[in-house]
């Protein structure tokens, strides 16, 4: 009898320690509240992300229409060239210099720059020779104008839009405060 109740003691002592050896245990509840949890902090947190990453993009495009005004200017000064003050010439001979070293911030498979063509993140470049000048033109992934320079030798005028506005208008429009008046109390 010693030895049955030794033999079920036995039996019974590893059921035991089997359930108290990782009283710690992670169940698959916990884990999915977890990545839950995670998710939702993710929603909350990526349309600021997001906001960023555009604006950075369109910061790209912007300075890639300043680094083309800035050639084209240098480009008009020179006297002794091969375009002879040509917008038509300097615009293509600018674009292909460009081109090889700038990438478009919004689409990788487009060009940086392109002459009388519109595309996403593109450097839009317009030249007048008529005129004597060049139209340089820049938009967001939306259509909304970022850069719109206008480069006739030997001024320039420029108009830029402010990257906070682009955030402001992409933000819920704020509730208006109810005017208080004072009766002369």
């Not at 030895?3 to 590893?14: D, G």
């Not at 680094?67 to 010439?89: D, Q, R, V, W």
Request: glycine share 2%; charged share 25%.
């Amino acid at each position: 009898m010693e030895n049955t109740e030794k033999n079920t003691e036995q039996n019974n002592t590893p059921e035991v320690s089997k359930n108290n050896q990782n009283p710690n245990k992670i169940t698959f509840l916990e884990i999915f509240v977890l990545v839950l949890l995670i998710f939702c902090i993710w929603l909350y947190i990526s349309p600021n992300f997001l906001v960023k990453l555009e604006n950075r993009q369109n910061a790209k495009v912007q300075t890639n229409a300043a680094i083309f005004t800035s050639k084209a200017l240098s480009e008009f000064s020179l006297k002794n060239s091969a375009h002879k003050g040509k917008p038509s010439a300097i615009s293509e001979k600018i674009i292909k210099e460009l081109n090889a070293v700038n990438k478009n911030p919004h689409n990788k498979k487009q060009p940086a720059y392109s002459i009388q063509k519109r595309c996403e993140g593109c450097v839009i470049v317009i030249p007048d020779d008529k005129m004597n000048s060049i139209t340089v033109e820049a938009y967001t992934a939306d259509d909304i104008l970022l850069v719109r320079t206008i480069i006739q030798p030997p001024s320039f005028v420029t108009f830029t839009k402010d990257l906070k506005e682009l955030e402001k208008d992409n933000k819920k429009p704020a509730k208006k405060n109810k005017e208080v008046r004072n009766n002369g109390k």
